[in-house]
């Protein structure tokens, strides 16, 4: 997602959790039509983890806390649910901090959406998304507004009453600002002498990283900004993607595409070696490679990403098995975005493993409000012999 799109939530129970390379505190305020808390207890968080319809879940240090709400709990008169993200570090602020929000079923897990707020600097608390009620129907939207004065100028916003907290003894974190019309919640006393929990590592792949070092090679589920500090934004790239048979002397006919979505994650346009130019010429395919063999790309897509209209937001590149053979069959698939003017190569995905799927997702392109892209690598295996197949899964890996 990027700021300000949304989403229509097709299960009453969603779960949002925010992951960053630190540790961070996560809280959710239910808010009425006037976007003010009805008392101090409609402010959820880790001291105070349960209210009507929104409950706390901590990931213990070892995975992202997640605010979970069930639309079909909420009492009447709440319209909004706003999740926000705090650093548990006192002090710290989001620079060079990207957190990821991500919007679950809360019974099955499944991702409904990601977003990761771009432009990050001195902020030391962040609105991420708001869950809300749109004529009757409860929606996603991701919002990445920023406060620099913490968690407090967040829940003061809404209503909550808050009071400065006081001065943490040394070696002690600074709890989140607690309402004060209410009696304090105390945590539960932890076994005696059990040491400090150890701060939570990255999860594989979590994080941003941009093209300042030169050459990217991503993990799944790792993002790139395409920029480079002082230089422009890049305007033409090339995503090539190749792969080899598994079998010496077995050809193996994969077919790459691109599929292009709006704000909505509406479906716009499928770029394939059947239709090889799409969007005006701004997205064009190199045509179908039949076997596989030789060294190099095997199809090529060009993207000229200043001639793309503003309604494209989102582009997922995708491979096929038209004829079915899985990708248990294929060795050594990549995709490797590439400066179409220079043919420097910037971004590097190698698909480490495989799935007997006829399908896979290798990556997609995200267009930032700034006008920058994001491309993170995917990996994502379906069941899918052709690209018609793949634009209901790729919409939601949006």
């Known amino acids: 997602m990027t700021p300000g799109s949304n ?8 779960a949002v959790d925010v992951a960053a390379p630190v540790r961070l505190d996560v809280s959710g305020l239910l808010l009425t039509a006037d976007g003010k808390v009805r008392s101090d207890d409609d402010f959820i968080f880790y ?21 979970i709400v069930d639309t079909s709990a909420l009492p009447p008169g709440i319209e909004k649910i706003v999740v926000t993200a705090s650093p548990d570090a006192a002090g710290q602020t989001f620079q060079g901090v990207e957190p990821t929000a991500t919007i679950r079923g809360a019974d099955d897990n499944s991702v409904l959406a990601t977003f990761t707020p771009p432009q990050l600097g001195a902020e030391t608390a962040l609105v991420v998304v ?16 920023g406060y620099a004065n913490g968690l407090a100028g967040i829940a003061t916003d809404f ?47 979590a994080g941003k990283v941009n093209l300042d070092k030169g050459r990217v090679s991503l993990q799944k589920n790792q ?36 599929i292009a979505y709006g704000p909505q994650r509406n479906h716009i346009d499928s770029c394939y070696f059947g239709k090889l130019s799409i969007v005006n010429g701004a997205i064009k395919h190199s045509g179908d490679n039949l076997t596989g063999e030789g060294g190099g790309d095997d199809e090529v897509i060009t993207v000229d990403l ?55 997702m290798m990556a997609k392109l995200i267009r930032q409000f700034t006008g920058e892209w994001d491309m993170t690598a995917m990996g994502d295996f379906v069941k899918a012999r ?7 899964p790729a919409a939601q890996s949006l």
């Open 223 to 258: 993002t790139v900004s395409l920029v480079k500090g002082g230089s422009p934004l890049l305007s033409q790239v090339k995503m090539g993607l190749g792969w080899e048979p598994a079998y010496r002397g077995k050809d193996i006919d994969l077919d790459a595409s691109v």
């Open 130 to 145: 708001e869950i809300y009620l749109r004529n009757g129907v409860w929606k996603a939207r991701a919002v990445g507004q």
């Open 47 to 67: 001291n105070q983890p349960t209210g009507p319809g929104v409950t706390y879940r901590s990931g213990a240090g070892t995975a992202p806390d997640a605010i």
């Open 386 to 392: 052709t690209v018609r197949n793949m634009v209901k």
């Open 159 to 205: 209503g909550v009453s808050v009071e400065e907290p006081a001065a943490a003894a040394p070696a002690q974190a600074v709890a989140p600002p607690r309402p004060t019309t209410q009696p304090p919640v105390t945590p539960p006393a932890p076994p005696m002498a059990a040491p400090p929990a150890p701060p939570a590592p990255p999860a594989p792949g």
């Open 306 to 360: 200043g001639r793309l209209p503003q309604e494209v937001t989102g582009l997922v590149f995708t491979v096929n098995s038209f004829s079915g053979q899985k990708f248990t069959e294929v060795a050594k698939a990549y995709c490797r975005l590439l400066d179409a003017a220079t043919g420097e190569e910037l971004v590097r995905f190698d698909l480490t493993s495989a799935e007997p799927q006829t399908g896979v």
């Open 7 to 14: 989403i229509p939530l097709p299960v009453a129970r969603v």
